[in-house]
């Protein structure tokens, strides 16, 4: 079983086989991410006072 969370819910996912393919697809998009300076860099500035976070989580239990 793995829990995704989205955007606007939590799917509990218990196909192997769509298992899989969400491990691939965070697999892809971990390899593809920046994080600290180089996100910061690669960002556009937000306006004043405001912030943003963007979270993708694949918890398996």
């Given at each position: ?13 218990t ?47």
């Open positions: 079983m793995t829990t995704v969370e989205t955007i606007t819910a939590e799917l509990t996912i196909g192997p086989r769509e298992i899989a393919m969400y491990g691939r697809t965070f697999d892809m998009l971990a390899e593809l991410s920046v994080t600290g300076d180089a996100a910061r860099a690669a960002s556009p500035p937000l306006p004043a006072g405001r912030s943003h976070r963007v979270m993708v989580a694949l918890d398996s239990h």
